[in-house]
């Protein structure tokens, strides 16, 4: 199971005098193991270049809770707002697995097997920076 992000900045959503930097990020997620896993929910923490923290938690992402056979991905995007032009972002999604699908098995009914486990996958510190080029770029 690996998890990889990737921040970008998105400077057409910013107000640099006002306060506001708007910080895309890619997730990707990429079961590597032999097991079927079901993303269940997302837990962020949130940090400015002054302090302030916020913590996101909820069901899945952007709305969906994806199963993953062994060896696939599953990538979305989504965006965090803070009120300084660096931050940092780390977390962990709850996944639930179960062992490998079973002849015959169709992904409508995968949902009806047992799931035995839950477990947690972190997901490391990445960093939210507006580029000097950027800088000059953000806000109306």
């Not at 032999?34 to 069901?59: H, P």
């Not at 639930?96 to 490391?124: C, H, M, Q, V, Y």
Request: some cysteine.
């Amino acid at each position: 199971m690996s998890v990889r992000a990737e921040p970008f900045f998105l400077a057409e959503h910013s107000d640099a005098p006002g306060g506001r930097f708007v910080f895309g990020y890619r997730i990707r997620i990429t079961n590597s193991c032999e097991r079927i896993i079901q993303l269940l929910s997302r837990r962020w923490t949130v940090v400015d270049a002054v302090g302030r923290t916020r913590e996101i938690e909820g069901e899945g992402v952007v709305g969906r809770q994806p199963i993953l056979g062994p060896g696939q991905s599953f990538q979305y995007e989504s965006y965090c707002p803070i009120q300084t032009s660096w931050g940092t972002m780390d977390g962990a999604f709850t996944f639930r697995s179960r062992g490998p699908a079973r002849p015959g098995e169709t992904a409508s009914s995968l949902l009806d097997g047992p799931w035995p486990e839950n477990f947690e996958a972190k997901i490391g510190r990445f960093y939210l920076v507006v580029s000097p080029e950027a800088a000059g770029a953000s806000g109306p």
